[in-house]
Structures are given as C-alpha cells and as structure tokens.
C-alpha cells in the first residue's frame, strides 16, 4: 500500500480499522468525480476499482469537453437529441452542471483549452460542434475543451485523469484496487442500500454511487440489447456491465439500453480491443457484404456509425453491414496513417506511417485487381467493380456520387496494387444502465428512488440513441458532482436521524 492507495489484499484490514460514508463503485472519471465532490463535502470516501489501476476508460479517451456559451440552447438541442427519452429536468441539470465545470475546474488546479476537433482524416467525420447538425438548436453548442497537459506526453483524456488522480490524492481519498464488487448490501425492511460486497467481505455504508461504466467487454448484454456482439476501443477487463446487474438486483430500473457510440474500426485476432479506423485521403469507398455503398462516408460523424451500420436485412435477418470492408487505392494507402491512434487501449501501437507494416501482418489486403481484391475479401466481384466504376466515373465528371458525397470529397480509384479491410462498428461506450434522475438517485420501475444509490457516468447515462460528442466525459464530471452532493447528503441525513 502506498499513501491512500491500497490492493484488494489490504480491504478486510482496512474495514475493520474504519467506516466509510459513501462506497463509489468505480475509479475512472465519474468516481474519481463523485468521490472529490462527496469528500469535500465531510464525507469518508472508499472508491473501489476492480483492474489493478484506477482511471477506467477516462484515461484512454478524447478527453472531450463541452463548454456553454448558449444555455437555453444547449439544453433545447440535448433535448431534441434525447427524443423525449430524458426527461428535460434532467437534461437541465446536465447543462448547468456544464456551465459551472470551467469554475470547478480552476478552482481544482486545472486548465481548460478550447480546440478545434477537426484533424487530418476525411472519415470518419469529426465536427467542432455536434454530431447531428440538422436537429433543432445545432448551432446553439460551445466549443470543445480540453484540460491542459502538465506533461506533453499526457494529452486528451490521460491530462483529465492527471488532474482527478490529483485531487484524489491531495484530498486523501481512500482508493482500493483489484477490488470487483459483486453485489449490494440492501435493508430486507426499507430495501435501502446500505454497502456494497467484495467478495466476502462486506463493507457497511451511508451511500453507494455506482460509476463502473457500461458492458462493452459483455457480449451477451450486447446481443440481447445492441443485436450484436461489436468490439471496443476501451481496455479489455472493464466496462462488463457490473452495475447493471447490481441495479437490477435492487429493483432498478433500466433506461437507453439499445443506445451506444460507435466509430467504424478494425479489429484484428491479435488484440482483444479494436483499432478506430480513418482514410487520409479520398480515394475510397466503403461496401457492405453485397459490394453495396450504403451512405455517404464523408458525413458520417466518428461516433455515429452504429445508426448507419446496424440494419438487419428485412428478408434475411442478417447484418450485412456488420462487418463492412473499406476499399482504396495506393494513393490512399500511401497518404498516412489508416488508424487514428490518439485514443483507446491501442492508441500507442506502432502503426506505420505507410500501412506497410500492417499489410504484412495480414489486416490490409492487397490485390492487383479488384476482382482480386474481391476474392480475398469475400465479396461478389463484379459487384465490387461495377460500385469502384461509378464512384470513379463521377470523381472523373467533378459531379456528385449516387450517395451525395461532394465533387471535392471525390477522388478515383485507380492507380493499383488495391486495398482492403473489414471494418465493423466499434464501441466507444455504451449508454445504458441504471435510470436515474436529476439528484443521480437510481429510480425503481415506478419511478420510486432507492435509498441510497446513486449512478454517474455512462452507466445509465442521460442519452440515447442519438449521440453529440463531447457528451460522455463532461457526464462523468457533471453527474458525478451531483452524485456526490446527493451522497453527502443522504449521509447528513442519516447522521440526523433521517433516511
């Protein structure tokens, strides 16, 4: 053990030396946030993270925040996003939590640094302000953010745990690792919940707030919600939809359980977590199992390609967009990189700058042809040749293709060895879970609260379907304050008498 950090190994001698108000189920952001918030607020904090390193998915993401330049505006636009699955009080507390995040944050010893989303890729698309800008109030959103390194080599969401982990740490924040809670403590009398359980040992509390993220490594809560089982960019071991269960086994009600974001990537046997997918250049198209086009690839936005993906065919059930194959030519190939690596578990992989190392390893596919080419992926050649052709012929006119993409967002295909890859949607998060409303209490069926449990984060997070980007970071921090307010406060109650 080092400081307030301990192992699962120390948690039996670290209960019986002392009692904690709030249980937080989960180190990443929205943990890291809930226990901040309820300890400065005279609570005794336990966070309990079951990998062997806190963070959770927070380090390993975009590290996106929202800034509020129009409130009414911003809260207009999540609402029409949300499509009446939300309620707005909800939504409105989402958005004033937003408003005061830039003072929370330099009042913690942090930095916020607008920027500008838009990178060197052409697909998938990455918009300055929200992923949908033909639903209502579009242009109502802020700018992004994001916390200021205080080491180069820790940008995006590495730099936003930093400043947690130091918060934490300055704050003497009782942290234990290894530690999977498995089950809640619930009064059989008033079914309040009153602790949580590791293993054997069970550990009493004032609250819990649970913050341990979606079921991205579950794949049988994917097929039984999403229809599929997809990979992730998140680390493999967390996000197995722990807190889901535990709600459901206290009465919880679930809410955006068919709701994920989802960008187009790769994924190779080699690595358990997927590899996010991007072209450099606009010589390509990408096909489902027929060599069909299905949308305009230039517009997709990097967190929506689950909507335009996920369509079974109405004859044969089947997914055939699941998996999909990008197609290009060796301009594309030698134009960069064709992986983003800047987020996600593999985001320090060694990719090469050409993709020729990854064609050696057998995850681009290279042919002569692309009747070839077709071969080797599986696809009906003439198909395959007969979509190149038409793409080619209105890149060659400077005329807009069948699917809308722009003359300048056209270039031919044709100048060989030619290139392809599956790719398939892969997972962000997920957003479904626990429903909860907008003091982050965990709500019954009936819409009754349970007594003492309380949800942050992507856990049964506040949207649906319909996705903004810069949205499930800013959650963590957000409903992680309001889930350690609501916290502490239970606990004041109790100490008055009061549940």
Known sequence: MAGNRYTVRDLDELCRDRSFDVIVVGGGGSGAATAIEATERGCSV???????????????????????????????????????????????????????????????????????????????????????????????????????????????GAALWDFLDRNLTSLGVTVVTGARVTELVEDPATRAVLGARVGSTTIRSGAVVLCCGGFNYDQE??????????????????????????????????????????????????????????????????????????????????????????????????YLRVPSFVVFDDVTRRAGRLATLKTGENRHFPWSEDNSAEIERGWLHRAD?????????????????????DFNRCARAG???????????????????????????????????????????????????????????????IWNRLYPGAGNVCECLVFGRIAGESAAATVRSLREGVR
């Open 221 to 318: 809560l994917q097929r039984q919600y999403l229809g599929v089982a997809l990979p992730a960019l998140s680390p493999p071991g967390r996000n197995t939809g722990d807190g889901i269960r535990m709600a459901q086994q206290v009465g919880a009600d679930l809410w955006h359980m068919g709701a994920a974001a989802a960008t187009v990537g790769y994924k190779f046997p080699e690595y358990e977590a997927g590899f996010w997918c991007q072209m450099p250049d606009y010589g390509f198209v990408m096909v489902d199992q027929r060599a069909h086009r299905f949308f305009c690839e230039t517009d997709i936005e990097n967190h929506a390609a689950i909507l335009a993906m996920l369509a079974q065919d109405p004859m044969s059930g089947a």
């Open 46 to 156: 336990l966070v309990l993270e079951k990998m062997d390193t806190p963070g959770g998915s927070t380090q390993e993401s975009g590290g996106s925040l929202r800034l509020v330049t129009d409130q009414e505006g911003t809260s207009a636009h999540y609402c029409a996003l949300t499509q009446g699955t939300t309620p707005k009080d909800v939504i409105d507390a989402f958005v004033d939590g937003l408003v005061a995040m830039p003072d929370w944050v330099r009042a913690h010893g942090g930095e916020l640094v607008a920027y500008d989303p838009v990178e060197d890729s052409v697909f998938p698309a990455r918009r300055p302000g929200t992923a949908f800008p033909d639903v209502p109030f579009a242009d109502r959103l802020g700018p992004r953010a994001r916390m200021r390194p205080s080491t180069p080599d820790r940008p995006r």
């Open 399 to 461: 005329t807009p293709d069948a699917t809308g993409r722009a003359p300048d967002r056209l270039r031919a295909i044709d100048v060989p060895p030619f290139y392809g890859a599956q790719v398939q949607p892969t997972l962000v998060n997920t957003q479904g879970g626990p429903r909860r409303d907008r003091t982050a209490a965990i709500l019954r069926p009936d819409g009754s609260v349970i007594p003492g449990l309380f949800g942050a984060g992507e856990l049964g997070s």
């Open 369 to 389: 042809s692309l009747a070839e080419l077709a071969a080797i992926l599986g696809l009906p050649a003439d198909e395959l040749t007969s979509t190149v052709d």
